[in-house]
């Protein structure tokens, strides 16, 4: 069975700190990795895709530990409106048309 | 430029009832998926479509069928609805393969089966 396992949260973190989400996965054969952000009731939009060099995106950054098979997303100077719930995606395998979903972490930014 | 539409937004359903979830997109996308979502849970694909007439099933496609006679829509229809149907559908598009490509979401669809 291929898995994606992440934090189960929920993080509660104060405005202004840096939080960070981990996430593993069960099949080596994974080629593309993702963080998305779902907002209560809403539907998931792409956050960004993870390189295998990591990547940075404004206050987020991504990495991926191929070897370790995990994934992490960091979260500089949390906003308010950074408060979702943070799904990690995976897709099966080279070719495979198929993602794989984590149950997701849930970060609330107080005020 | 309404991306990744779904109707209805909600739907109470009675037990062996039928209905069709319908999903269009506006960006000329080939690839499109069916997702479920339970409570607490990650998202679980029922079927998927490369192209107009060309389906296939996901992780869970049992009691769920699904055709697609134009590149813009990709309508699901449950047969004789059972509870543990009862969860939030997710549409989704991309422009190419899933694994490559950003999935755009619709809003979503939330049935109830009682």
């Known amino acids: 069975r291929k898995e994606v396992e992440q934090d189960p949260g929920p993080f509660n973190v104060p405005e202004g700190a840096t939080v960070a989400f981990n996430c593993t996965y069960s099949?080596?054969?994974?080629?593309?990795f993702f963080w998305y952000r779902q907002d209560c009731r809403k539907e998931p939009k792409l956050l960004m895709s993870?390189?295998?060099s990591g990547n940075e995106d404004g206050r987020f950054t991504a990495q991926l530990n191929r070897a370790s098979q995990y994934i992490s997303l960091l979260i500089r100077d949390s906003k308010l409106s950074d408060s979702a719930t943070y799904l990690c995606?995976?897709?099966?395998?080279?070719?495979?048309?198929?993602?794989?979903f984590g149950k997701g972490t849930k970060l609330s930014v107080i005020p | 430029n309404a991306g990744v539409t779904q109707t209805p937004k909600f739907r109470i359903l009675k037990i062996g009832q039928s209905m069709t979830l319908q999903c269009t997109q506006d960006?000329?996308?080939?690839?499109m998926y069916w997702y479920r979502q339970d409570p607490g849970m990650g998202l679980k694909l029922i079927y998927y479509?490369?192209?107009?007439?060309?389906?296939d099933k996901g992780e869970v496609p049992n009691g769920y069928n699904v055709s697609r006679s134009t590149t813009e829509d990709f309508p699901l229809r449950l047969e004789l609805a059972a509870p543990s149907q009862t969860s939030v559908y997710f549409c989704?598009?991309?422009?190419?393969?899933?694994?490559?490509?950003?999935?755009?979401f619709g809003p979503g669809t939330r049935l109830t089966v009682l």
């Open positions: 995606v995976v897709n099966y395998g080279a070719g495979s048309y198929q993602l794989t």
């Open positions: 099949n080596s054969a994974s080629q593309s």
């Open positions: 960006m000329n996308h080939n690839y």
């Open positions: 479509s490369v192209g107009a007439g060309i389906t």
């Open positions: 993870v390189y295998s």
């Open positions: 989704a598009s991309s422009p190419a393969r899933a694994s490559y490509n950003e999935q755009f």
